[in-house]
């Protein structure tokens, strides 16, 4: 059983940045993907960011590309989520998810497991 867990979150001035990270606590991590989920308050969950474990292909909604850079480090089971000019409207709570079996990386359902999520508070 593989446990996720984010840090990071926080209150910061618009314009200004934050990196969460996401580490999973398993002696084996070797999913098919990683991603980063937000949900703000009264909206559903979306997609922000997604990462394959062994390739280098990223993936980024809209909203946040050219703004967020996603990462990872291997070793140490981390994937990051580099956040750089935030906007109020980035205001949310941020899920790490891991998916093993699945096609979609856009959809939250195709993922196997979720942290508890971290909050970040962007103030105009």
């Known amino acids: 059983q593989v446990t996720l867990v984010e840090s990071g979150g926080g209150l910061v001035q618009a314009g200004g940045s934050l990196r969460l990270s996401c580490v999973a606590s398993a002696r084996t991590f070797s999913p098919y993907a990683v991603a980063w989920f937000r949900q703000a308050p009264g909206k559903e969950r979306e997609f922000v960011s997604a990462i394959k474990w062994s390739a280098d292909d990223t993936y980024y909604a809209d909203s946040v590309k050219g703004r967020f850079t996603m990462s990872r480090d291997n070793p140490k089971n981390t994937v990051y989520l580099q956040m750089n000019s935030l906007k109020p409207e980035d205001t949310a709570v941020y899920y790490c998810?891991?998916?093993?079996?699945?096609?979609?990386?856009?959809?939250?359902?195709?993922?196997?497991?979720w942290g508890q999520g971290t909050q970040v508070t962007v103030s105009s």
């Open positions: 998810a891991a998916m093993w079996r699945g096609s979609n990386l856009f959809r939250q359902y195709e993922y196997n497991a």
